[in-house]
């Protein structure tokens, strides 16, 4: 039986110019249905570049990637972005809200090219919008919102289409420690309750000690946490 998240031998190199810079030298990740990993590594160690291959966003050079038993590589065009849209929720260091919009409007976004009705998007936007504690400011800015806010508005927007998967980089690295273990804890509820599958991408070994498991990029490849010092 597959894994849920199977990448095997991921190579993925940047071109600058003339400059070559390979990232990804044959990292593998394999991840159970409703498992937390955290994937750790130093700055520039390709965190982010993994991250984003897992999510579809990024293409590997070469390697293979399957998500719930699906080969990656047969997906491509409108069939991945809708693959991408149902399955996977996305949740970064810099929140990413769009400023003009309200609260509301931001977390109901993904939902928009669903073939929800706009009456049960606006419900389920509002609904995960007070299960983060934001249900007093559906229709504020994300610029009147705290730091902490904007990233449990982001919870919510990655939410909306009920994933079965959500992908967190760095999720608590603009925010204090404090605020930081809010936003973890409201993981910990997410992945405890839903089985939601988390992979999060962290600098803080102790934020990555609420995972399941421990994966270390370095040189390019995945280790097993306790395998390298
Ligand atoms: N689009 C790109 N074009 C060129 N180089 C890139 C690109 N994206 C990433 N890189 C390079 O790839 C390497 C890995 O970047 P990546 O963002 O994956 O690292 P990271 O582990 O997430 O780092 P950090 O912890 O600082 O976020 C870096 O050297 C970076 O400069
Ligand atoms: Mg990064």
Known sequence: MKKYIEAADIYKTF????????VLRGASISVEKGEWVALLGASG?????????????????????SIDGENMNDYFGERLVAFRRKKIGFVFQSFHLL???SILENTML???F??????????????????????ERLMHRPNEL???????????????????????????????????QTILSLFHTIHAEEKKTVIMVTHDEKVAGAADRKVILKDGLTFKDGMIS
Do not use: C, F
């Open 15 to 22: 071109h600058l110019g003339k400059h070559e810079v390979p």
């Open 45 to 65: 160690s390709g965190k982010t570049t993994l991250l984003d291959i897992i999510g579809t966003i990024s293409h590997p050079d070469s390697g293979t990637l």
């Open 99 to 101: 400023p003009e919009l």
């Open 110 to 112: 993904p939902g928009l």
């Open 114 to 135: 669903s073939r929800t009705s706009r009456k049960n998007l606006v419900a389920r936007a509002e609904m995960l919008l007070e299960r983060v504690g934001l249900k």
């Open 146 to 180: 705290s730091g902490g806010e904007q990233q449990r508005t982001a919870i919510a927007r990655a939410l909306i289409n009920d994933p079965d998967l959500l992908l967190a980089d760095e999720p608590t690295g603009n925010l204090d420690s404090k605020t930081g």
